[in-house]
């Protein structure tokens, strides 16, 4: 069964208030506003997505939720150009700025206010600074 509310020209949108349930397809066309507690087991939508200031999304903490279900489908941030999920050598500035978490550039020094363990070889093709370091043991830098 399909319940369908068409709002045709209606520039006011329409209001639904109190309890609705479905148990099958509700398709609804026009600006649309659900108020109160609205249950959606899955939710396609077509379009965009608009919510107002001061909205959340709010999850549960049992399960976890997902954002992408597969490392094809894409997204980004702050109208970055929709990717989907990065190489694992990928450089991690190119990777935070595909995905809009950083402004495109070439300079992005990563710095951290905590330890850092490096594994594997350090190989840069530009300078390394290290300052504040306490060696605990040894360190051997070798030139190239």
């Known amino acids: 069964m399909t319940i369908k509310l068409d709002l045709g020209n209606d520039t006011e949108g329409a209001n639904i208030r109190n309890a609705l349930t479905l148990d099958s397809t509700l398709a609804v066309t026009g600006a649309t506003t659900l108020t109160g507690a609205v249950g959606i087991v ?22 976890g939720t997902q954002i992408g279900t597969a490392t094809s489908q894409k997204f980004a941030f702050h109208a970055a150009t929709p990717v989907d999920q990065a190489g694992a050598t990928e450089d991690l500035g190119t990777l935070l700025s595909d995905k809009g978490l950083r402004a495109v550039g070439t300079a992005y020094p990563i710095t951290t206010s905590g330890a850092v363990a490096l594994t594997g070889a350090l190989d840069s093709g530009a300078a390394i600074i290290f300052s504040g370091i306490v060696y605990p043991n040894w360190i051997v830098l070798k030139r190239k």
């Open 42 to 63: 899955d939710l396609t939508v077509s379009n965009d997505l608009t919510m107002g200031d001061a909205g959340n999304v709010i999850l549960n903490a049992t399960t």
